[in-house]
């Protein structure tokens, strides 16, 4: 192909096998990926320096059509909640739902 044209060509996406914990639940109905009450994004990311939130989190009038799909939890950044292994979550399953102004995890339990 001549240096500076691209291809249309879609190159297949690979597939990835991999245990995580399940989304169980979430309140934060206003969430793009939120459907009655469940969370259907591929995985999630929980938190940040300050506390448990859900950083996938993100607030929008459309809602995601997957709703077949289960999130898991990608990773986890709050290394002092129990569950938290080497920024893993090792938890079963966990909730998520809003918590003041911000959307939490709710399984977090600090060591
Ligand atoms: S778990 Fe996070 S990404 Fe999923 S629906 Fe709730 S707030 Fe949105
Ligand atoms: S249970 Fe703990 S380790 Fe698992 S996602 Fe929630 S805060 Fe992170």
């Known amino acids: 192909m ?3 044209t691209t291809s249309s060509r879609r ?3 690979k597939n990835i096998v991999i245990e995580m914990p399940t989304v169980a639940s979430c309140l934060a109905t206003e969430c793009a990926y939120n459907v009655n009450e469940d ?3 591929r995985a ?3 938190g940040n320096s300050l506390h448990a939130g859900c950083d996938t989190f993100f ?7 997957a709703v077949q ?6 990773a986890c950044k709050s290394k002092e909640c129990e569950f938290n292994q080497d ?4 938890a079963d399953s966990i909730t998520v739902a809003p918590h003041g102004k911000a959307v939490d995890c709710m399984t977090y339990a600090p060591r």
């Open 2 to 4: 001549p240096v500076g």
């Open 11 to 13: 190159i297949p996406m």
């Open 39 to 41: 969370c259907h994004a």
């Open 44 to 46: 999630i990311t929980v």
């Open 59 to 65: 607030s929008g009038s459309e809602h995601t059509r």
């Open 69 to 74: 799909r289960t999130a898991g939890v990608g």
């Open 87 to 90: 920024l893993e979550c090792m």
